[in-house]
């Protein structure tokens, strides 16, 4: 244990440039596999650790998690690789698991309502609400629009990159354009995306990329 120990400290002074949520993260990942595995770091196999893994999977961890902790042992392993503390590599041949995709969320009648009239005094606010709504799209489709986009004729937006990569049309309505029109009038920033940030470019910080509003 105590050879274990010093190796994980040299292992985070290699590595300073990490975080300091990183190196706890990892941290507290490399301390619950050796627990588990019950081995010298340098008799682990290769079967010990997708056996770690059905063990976090059997205790309901998410898919996220667990691929955190088995980058820090990936991690941890190519390091003692790199310094000669090990002949071979056990995660070489392990697959992280399969992440998957996040059930959109959907608002009720009522929760849009609210929304509708909390950001009724922000024409651009209210016009993205409107949008959303009347569209369908998903936060990830809606950040991508450009005002070349958008069909004002016939009331359709392009969306370029849905999901899977293919591309299709979505319909608004004639509130939701004249919303649209109303935010536009207004906005004094040169932008090619129909919202943007103060600077122009698209917003990337939305939590929720799957969020909808639909009935």
Same mark, same amino acid.
């Given at each position: 244990?105590?050879?274990?120990?010093?190796?994980?400290?040299?292992?985070?002074?290699?590595?300073?440039?990490?975080?300091?949520?990183?190196?706890?993260?990892?941290?507290?990942? #490399?301390?619950? @596999?050796?627990? *588990? +595995?019950?081995?010298?770091?340098?008799?682990? %196999?290769? !079967?010990?650790?997708?056996?770690?893994?059905?063990?976090?999977?059997?205790?309901?961890?998410?898919?996220?998690?667990?691929?955190?902790?088995?980058?820090? #042992?990936?991690? @941890?392993?190519? *390091? +003692?690789?790199?310094?000669?503390?090990?002949? %071979?590599? !056990?995660?070489?041949?392990?697959?992280?698991?399969?992440?998957?995709?996040?059930?959109?969320?959907?608002?009720?009648?009522?929760?849009?309502?609210?929304?509708?009239?909390?950001?009724?005094?922000?024409?651009?606010?209210?016009?993205?609400?409107?949008?959303?709504?009347?569209?369908?799209?998903?936060?990830?489709?809606?950040?991508?629009?450009?005002?070349?986009?958008?069909?004002?004729?016939?009331?359709?937006?392009?969306?370029?990159?849905?999901?899977?990569?293919?591309?299709?049309?979505?319909?608004?309505?004639?509130?939701?354009?004249?919303?649209?029109?109303?935010?536009?009038?207004?906005?004094?920033?040169?932008?090619?995306?129909?919202?943007?940030?103060?600077?122009?470019?698209?917003?990337?910080?939305?939590?929720?990329?799957?969020?909808?509003?639909?009935?």
């Amino acid at each position: 244990m105590k050879k274990l120990n010093q190796v994980i400290e040299e292992f985070f002074n290699d590595h300073a440039r990490f975080s300091p949520e990183t190196t706890r993260s990892y941290r507290i990942s #490399l301390q619950q @596999f050796f627990y *588990y +595995c019950a081995k010298p770091f340098d008799e682990v %196999k290769a !079967p010990d650790i997708p056996a770690w893994l059905a063990d976090m999977e059997e205790n309901a961890l998410k898919p996220k998690s667990i691929n955190l902790k088995l980058t820090a #042992l990936k991690s @941890f392993c190519h *390091y +003692c690789m790199e310094e000669d503390k090990l002949k %071979k590599n !056990p995660t070489f041949t392990v697959k992280s698991p399969k992440l998957d995709d996040s059930l959109s969320y959907y608002l009720n009648r009522q929760q849009l309502t609210l929304l509708q009239e909390l950001t009724r005094p922000d024409p651009k606010e209210r016009a993205m609400v409107e949008a959303l709504y009347t569209t369908g799209c998903r936060i990830s489709e809606f950040l991508n629009i450009k005002l070349s986009d958008v069909k004002w004729d016939t009331r359709q937006i392009w969306i370029r990159e849905g999901k899977g990569n293919k591309e299709r049309f979505v319909l608004f309505t004639h509130e939701c354009a004249g919303r649209l029109k109303k935010y536009l009038a207004t906005r004094k920033i040169v932008s090619d995306y129909l919202f943007c940030n103060e600077k122009g470019d698209r917003f990337r910080n939305f939590r929720n990329r799957n969020f909808k509003l639909c009935f």
